[in-house]
Antibody, heavy 124, light 109 residues
Framework: EVQLVQSRAEIKKPGESLKISCKTS????????IAWVRQMPGKGLEWMGI????????RYSPSFQGQVTISADKSIDTAYLQWSSLKASDTAMYYC?????????????????WGQGTLVTVSS | QSVLTQPPSASGTPGQRVTISCSGS????????VNWYQQLPGTAPKLLIY???QRPSGVPDRLSGSKSGTSGSLAISGLQSEDEADYYC???????????FGTGTKVTV
């Protein structure tokens, strides 16, 4: 059974650092892209970036480039999202997701499995 | 910032049919497939439709998807109270070289 289990909710102060995790199981971690998706309170879904744990190839949405760091540890099948200096505007739910690619006449890309989400609250 | 546009809300009575539109461009829906996600209140989103019109195992056939040009649509037939949720379209974007979501549609039954 495919599972993405995220770390617990966090309450932090502005300026603090944070690293949240996404422990995966039930599939070969190094052969799938893993992405992070943000959902601010009462708002929609935003793609932040993606990593291929097999070779650590990482890409970011322009909106998040330089704001966060995505990494992975293939020895423990876990992906990470980290901040070096949190802001109040980082308050949101963060989801890790597995990217599925289906190749036919057109390649389809979609997120087939989602983690349960990690709520990050940044407040002084 | 979302690059796929959806109506903010849609509603219907039990048993009715509701359709949600998703408007994109040549760099996303026009050149790639459309996917749909359902987010029930207080839960993580779930894949509902992939590759324009394919349903994952467990998704009832009263939900269907389609694509035409740079737009996609999701239809819910035989509307039920359990369909009350937020629905998001999404697609790969070749210009962004990343994934884009729609603005989201809240369905009320």
């Amino acid at each position: 059974e495919v599972q993405l289990v995220q770390s617990r909710a966090e309450i932090k102060k502005p300026g603090e650092s944070l690293k949240i995790s996404c422990k995966t199981s039930g599939f070969t971690f190094i052969t799938y892209w893993i992405a992070w998706v943000r959902q601010m309170p009462g708002k929609g879904l935003e793609w932040m970036g993606i990593i291929y744990p097999g070779d650590s190839d990482t890409r970011y949405s322009p909106s998040f480039q330089g704001q966060v760091t995505i990494s992975a540890d293939k020895s423990i099948d876990t992906a990470y999202l980290q901040w070096s200096s949190l802001k109040a505007s980082d308050t949101a739910m963060y989801y890790c997701v597995r990217l599925q690619q289906l190749v036919s006449d057109v390649t389809s890309y979609f997120f087939d499995y989602w983690g349960q989400g990690t709520l990050v609250t940044v407040s002084s | 910032q979302s690059v796929l546009t959806q109506p903010p809300s849609a509603s219907g009575t039990p048993g009715q049919r509701v359709t949600i539109s998703c408007s994109g461009s040549s760099s996303n829906i026009g050149g790639n497939t459309v996917n749909w996600y359902q987010q029930l209140p207080g839960t993580a989103p779930k894949l509902l439709i992939y590759s324009n019109n394919q349903r994952p195992s467990g998704v009832p056939d009263r939900l269907s998807g389609s694509k035409s040009g740079t737009s996609g649509s999701l239809a819910i037939s035989g509307l039920q109270s359990e369909d009350e949720a937020d629905y998001y379209c999404a697609a790969w974007d070749d210009s962004l070289n990343g994934y884009v979501f729609g603005t989201g549609t809240k369905v009320t039954v």
